[in-house]
């Protein structure tokens, strides 16, 4: 009788979701930022929303003049976004997704470009929404269960994961979405609001935000940022020559679109490698199954075909590496 009933209890646990791992890179929108402080702003050009779309010289004199250096993130147009999905049971990666905006050449075909990305995106994150598709059908058609119960067990299609997302890349593919008048695919997201949402702060199986894991949910001590924590734990940490601050002038001023997707990606590589240690602090994964993540995880950047930069990752990450080699 015991027994028959733990297996009862194991069939109406809900199973963690794959985990969707990702990083956006922004640019500014000008001419959404001039629309919204053209009162403010002391120009020398009549601005044409054909023409200086693009003018970096004008978010220069925004930040100048306005003493803003970090716009409010519905004016950061989405370039690129990069994601990993991780395997809740092995935590090894599943699948990725890369996508950015190649140079155009005009402020309309940019928003174009954007909305068939954040499309893409939202797309990609039910890719696995059948992971567990026999376990729901089980669950949800067990004639024992209260209303309250189904809800709580209801499909859970992705666990959101990564540095900061819950702040800025979220919200950014949020608002985004909103300018374009792009539905989300996920049922659930939005739909329904409460304390069980996406949207709410501690939902951890929903969004798995890392900065607010290390930091306590914003304790501004133990705030630091993804460079410095993967380096702290012998990772490679961010790609040399870049950081988020130089990436609208790489893309408006010399057009390196190529540059800022390896950005984004190492980024990502870096997220899930910290994802990883998160997961063996809170016992998630035994010392023995955080070894075997992190030789699939070298293995996997190592592998023909890869670029040249996940190689340099893993010679810039050899204390963390060498940890699974240790006897």
Same mark, same amino acid.
């Given at each position: 009788?015991?027994?028959?009933?733990?297996?009862?209890?194991?069939?109406?646990?809900?199973?963690?979701?794959?985990?969707?791992?990702?990083?956006?890179?922004?640019v500014?929108?000008?001419?959404?930022?001039?629309?919204?402080?053209?009162?403010?702003?002391?120009?020398? *050009?009549?601005?044409?929303?054909k $023409? !200086?779309?693009?003018?970096?010289? #004008?978010? %220069?004199?925004? /930040?100048?003049?306005?003493?803003?250096d970090?716009?409010?993130?519905?004016?950061?147009?989405?370039?690129?976004?990069c994601?990993l999905y991780?395997?809740?049971?092995?935590?090894?990666?599943?699948d990725?997704?890369?996508?950015?905006?190649?140079?155009?050449?005009?402020?309309?075909e940019?928003?174009?470009?954007?909305?068939?990305?954040?499309?893409?995106?939202?797309?990609?994150?039910?890719?696995?929404?059948?992971f567990?598709?026999?376990?729901?059908?089980?669950?949800?058609?067990?004639?024992?269960?209260?209303?309250?119960?189904?809800?709580?067990?209801?499909?859970?299609?992705?666990?959101?994961?990564?540095?900061?997302?819950?702040?800025?890349?979220?919200?950014? *593919?949020?608002?985004?979405?909103? $300018? !374009?008048?792009?539905?989300c695919? #996920?049922? %659930?997201?939005? /739909?329904?609001?409460?304390?069980?949402?996406?949207?709410?702060?501690?939902?951890?199986?929903?969004?798995?935000?890392?900065?607010?894991?290390?930091?306590?949910?914003?304790?501004?001590?133990?705030?630091?940022?993804?460079?410095?924590?993967?380096?702290?734990?012998?990772?490679?940490?961010?790609?040399?020559g870049?950081?988020?601050?130089?990436?609208?002038?790489?893309?408006?001023?010399?057009?390196?679109?190529?540059?800022?997707?390896?950005?984004?990606a190492?980024?990502?590589?870096?997220?899930?490698?910290?994802?990883?240690?998160i997961?063996?602090?809170?016992?998630?994964?035994?010392?023995?199954?955080?070894?075997?993540?992190?030789?699939?995880f070298?293995?996997?950047?190592?592998?023909?075909?890869?670029?040249l930069?996940?190689?340099?990752?893993?010679?810039?990450?050899s /204390?963390?590496?060498?940890?699974?080699?240790?006897?």
């Amino acid at each position: 009788m015991s027994i028959n009933t733990s297996q009862t209890v194991l069939k109406t646990e809900r199973p963690q979701a794959p985990f969707l791992i990702f990083d956006i890179e922004t640019v500014p929108d000008i001419p959404l930022l001039y629309m919204n402080y053209k009162e403010e702003l002391k120009l020398d *050009i009549t601005f044409n929303e054909k $023409i !200086h779309w693009n003018d970096f010289s #004008i978010y %220069d004199a925004f /930040k100048k003049q306005t003493k803003i250096d970090f716009p409010k993130t519905l004016y950061h147009s989405i370039l690129s976004i990069c994601a990993l999905y991780i395997d809740p049971e092995t935590y090894y990666i599943m699948d990725g997704f890369k996508r950015t905006i190649p140079r155009v050449n005009s402020y309309e075909e940019f928003l174009e470009h954007e909305k068939k990305i954040i499309e893409d995106f939202w797309q990609f994150s039910i890719k696995y929404q059948d992971f567990h598709k026999h376990w729901y059908d089980h669950t949800m058609g067990n004639r024992y269960m209260s209303d309250y119960q189904k809800n709580k067990l209801k499909k859970l299609p992705v666990t959101f994961c990564g540095y900061n997302i819950s702040n800025f890349d979220l919200m950014v *593919i949020e608002q985004r979405s909103l $300018i !374009h008048f792009i539905t989300c695919p #996920i049922e %659930d997201y939005v /739909k329904n609001l409460g304390n069980d949402s996406y949207r709410y702060k501690y939902a951890s199986d929903k969004v798995f935000d890392l900065m607010n894991f290390i930091s306590n949910y914003d304790n501004k001590n133990a705030r630091v940022g993804l460079d410095i924590i993967a380096r702290a734990m012998g990772l490679g940490g961010k790609m040399s020559g870049m950081d988020g601050s130089l990436v609208a002038e790489e893309y408006y001023c010399n057009h390196s679109s190529s540059k800022i997707e390896e950005y984004c990606a190492i980024d990502v590589l870096i997220s899930y490698g910290v994802f990883l240690s998160i997961q063996k602090f809170r016992g998630v994964l035994s010392d023995e199954q955080f070894k075997d993540c992190l030789l699939h995880f070298e293995k996997w950047l190592l592998k023909d075909g890869k670029p040249l930069n996940y190689r340099e990752l893993v010679n810039e990450s050899s /204390k963390f590496f060498n940890y699974a080699k240790k006897t």
